[in-house]
Structure formats: structure tokens, C-alpha cells
């Protein structure tokens, strides 16, 4: 897996540390469209994208 360029948003994680990451969750593959949580909701969770985007709607 490449690493991305790092941004503020988006820390760049090597395969190591995205490993280690997977350990504590699990995959599950969103569609566009796919709502991951609506703003003001506790999120009990953290997300990661391993690929792809995703973006805040009003």
C-alpha cells in the first residue's frame, strides 16, 4: 500500500502502524452515498478510509 501525503486531516500511516490500527476494529466497505455518522451524534468509533473519501455534508 502507497502512503498518502500527510495533511493536518489526514496523517500519513505506515503499513505497520495501519496494521496495528486493524487490530482494534473491522473493515466494512461504504458506497458512495453511504452516510458513516450524522453531525451531533456520538460517534463511538474511530473511522479510518483506507481508500477513497469522505466528506462532511451540512
Not at 502502524?17 to 474511530?46: I, K
Amino acid at each position: 500500500m502507497s502512503t498518502p501525503q500527510a495533511t493536518r486531516a489526514r496523517p500519513a500511516l505506515s503499513d505497520e502502524q495501519w496494521a496495528r490500527l486493524r487490530t482494534y476494529g473491522t473493515e466494512q466497505a461504504a458506497q458512495v452515498g453511504d452516510v458513516l455518522f450524522h453531525a451531533g451524534e456520538p460517534v463511538g468509533e474511530m473511522i479510518l478510509v483506507e481508500s477513497g473519501e469522505a466528506a462532511a455534508r451540512p
